[in-house]
């Protein structure tokens, strides 16, 4: 009686677990990794990427929402080869078409099936009898509104475009596949994206999504880091690195911590230490080295003010960063308010239950957790769940300040009622004309004043210019002109005023000669020189022999001259001059510095020089 009684509990409890996981939307004992989201999942065989184990069968039914369509690809696909795949083979059907895809076996790492189906809803079929070797399969699934898929294996060095976007499906996170670096460096181009991706909290694993990336210059050396629970590795040089696009992630500010309780530490100094909320940054130093609970309880909590409403995007923690004191939060969940009375905890997208996030698995890490879909809230509480030791933690809030232009009122009034119709429109009713309104975008107007100043500015420059040329071409004229005529009277005033001098005693000067004689320039025992004619005129006082010009009154015109050195040529000799009839210089002769033998022998006499002061002088 007994065996049959626990023959039918355990038939019961293999068909509730069997209704369990038909409700998960796998059935079967040869099911491996499954995550399916929404929008997007991806499955595995188990144990996969190991050898799949023998005689285990899994069916997989996927739906999406309605009206769209699945597209199935397969990422890796090493099922052990049999004739017609009769053995070992996975399926795929699609309904309420009947299509149907396989079966497929073997092994291929070029072409893997990429599958669109006309229907949303799926069902993948795996089999396995005897084999010996095999990983299985890894299919990764979305809607057709995201043709640019990637599977969970694809790598940063598997593009060349420097930026790209694709869009990674729900589930990669439990795939196997290293990530080198974290979000504020990059990561290794050898990394595969989607799980880069989850681990800069960029996308959530449960969900998948787009994801924006840029290939950037790589680096010496790649830190390990732990986010969302993925811990990446420690990386050395690479050619390129990944750079994954996550806006709203700066740390706050907090304006105060406060916490349920604070442990008061007796020290070997007999001294009381203690473990504040204030000591709950991460910025903070020296002992004490962080918060601590009074109590060992999952009531207790950590609670930040933001000081106003902020977009709150995750949260950083470690432990009490001192080796003495080995305490830290394994996990914990977060509830947030906005005015600190009405509290909520986090949940994720589609779900009922409180989420609770991994937390530290040492006392030093930093470990990081992104809220994807994020909230707004001014208080922030944590609520340890797990801890060692004692409960201990430092803690840092990300996020950015809320955009009043993204913000939507919970119920939507209107100011004042609508008006009530006037008329009940009918079939026979002409409708109002259409009245457009035609606006402009805010930059039009300035670019039109733009324009006008511009040619504004260039035409009254290029007029300026021209005026300015103009101005200075007459007046460079008009200076030639006028120092043409005050040339031409300087040279009439300086030949009239020069015949008229005469030099006075006061005017001569004396000076030695070496040839023993004194002679007077003014006497008329030089016969150089000629004495002008005063006392004939006319016709006949021009012909006769002189130095001197004829008076004006003769008749006599004044050639252009610039310097009284200049007379006019009329062929053979000069109008008015007789050529010198010795070679004797024409005016005095310079002065020669002797030598010490002349001075002694030669007898020095005195002479006297005539000096004609000039025309400015006289005047």
Request: aromatic share 8%; net charge positive.
């Amino acid at each position: 009686m007994s065996v049959a009684l626990n023959l039918r509990r355990l038939l019961a409890l293999s068909t509730a677990l069997s209704l369990l996981d038909l409700v998960r939307g796998q059935l079967g004992d040869g099911c491996g990794h499954t995550v399916t989201g929404p929008d997007s999942g991806t499955l595995a065989t188990m144990d996969y990427p190991g050898t799949y184990p023998n005689h285990t069968w899994c069916r997989w039914q996927l739906r999406v929402a309605e009206g769209k369509a699945v597209m199935l690809m397969f990422a890796d696909l090493d099922i052990e080869y049999s004739e017609n795949c009769s053995s070992d083979s996975v399926h795929v059907t699609a309904s309420p078409a009947n299509g149907s895809y396989g079966p497929y076996c073997g092994k291929m790492y070029q072409g893997l099936p990429r599958i669109q189906l006309m229907s949303g809803a799926v069902t993948v079929e795996f089999r396995s009898i005897t084999h010996h070797t095999g990983r299985g399969f890894l299919l990764s699934y979305a809607t057709t509104d995201h043709p640019d898929m990637i599977s969970c294996l694809d790598k940063g060095i598997h593009y060349s475009q420097q930026r790209f976007t694709k869009y990674c499906p729900a589930g990669c996170k439990g795939i196997s596949g290293d990530v080198w670096g974290n979000h504020q460096d990059g990561y290794r181009d050898t990394s595969v994206l989607c799980k880069a991706a989850v681990h800069a909290g960029a996308i959530a694993d449960e969900l998948g999504g787009q994801v924006s990336v840029t290939l950037e210059k790589g680096i010496t050396l790649y830190k390990a880091a732990s986010a969302n629970g993925i811990s990446t590795r420690r990386g050395s040089l690479s050619e390129k690195r990944i750079k994954i696009r996550k806006d709203c992630s700066l740390v706050l500010d907090s304006r105060r911590i406060t916490a349920s309780s604070s442990w008061t530490e007796k020290t070997n100094d007999g001294e009381l230490s203690v473990w504040s909320p204030d000591k709950a940054g991460n910025s903070s130093n020296g002992p004490p080295w962080a918060w601590a609970a009074r109590f060992s309880s999952d009531k207790e909590w950590l609670q930040i003010d933001l000081g106003e409403r902020k977009n709150v995007t995750g949260i950083a923690t470690r432990g009490s960063t001192n080796n003495g004191y080995n305490f830290y939060v394994k996990t914990y969940k977060i509830s947030y308010s906005k005015d600190g009375k009405a509290w909520r905890f986090y949940k994720r997208k589609n779900s009922r239950e409180d989420q609770v996030f991994e937390g530290n698995v040492n006392n030093h890490q930093l470990v990081r957790n992104d809220f994807i879909p994020s909230f707004v809230a001014r208080y922030v509480r944590l609520v340890p769940q797990r801890w060692h030791q004692r409960i201990a933690l430092k803690a840092e809030v990300m996020g950015c300040r809320v955009s009043t232009r993204n913000r939507t009122p919970d119920v939507l009034r209107s100011p004042r009622p609508l008006p009530k119709p006037t008329y009940m429109p009918t079939e026979s009713t002409t409708p109002p004309d259409v009245v457009i309104v035609e606006e402009h975008l805010p930059g039009f107007n300035l670019i039109v004043v733009l324009i006008v100043v511009s040619f504004l500015v260039i035409t009254s420059t290029a007029v300026l210019l021209l005026y300015l040329f103009c101005r200075k071409r007459k007046s460079g004229k008009r200076m030639h002109s006028s120092s043409q005529q005050a040339c031409d009277e300087s040279v009439k005033k300086q030949n009239c005023q020069r015949s008229q001098l005469q030099p006075t005693e006061s005017e001569i000067i004396t000076y030695t000669s070496e040839e023993g004689s004194c002679r007077s320039i003014t006497g008329n025992t030089l016969s150089d020189y000629a004495e002008p004619d005063i006392i004939q005129g006319g016709i006949a006082a021009q012909k006769a022999a002189s130095t001197f010009k004829p008076p004006m009154d003769d008749g006599y015109t004044v050639p252009l001259v610039v310097n009284h050195y200049d007379v006019p040529f009329s062929g053979k000799n000069h109008e008015y001059a007789e050529p010198f009839p010795n070679q004797e210089p024409e005016y005095a002769t310079p002065f020669v510095e002797p030598s010490v033998e002349s001075e002694t022998s030669t007898k020095k006499n005195v002479c006297v020089v005539v000096v004609i002061p000039s025309v400015q002088e006289a005047l």
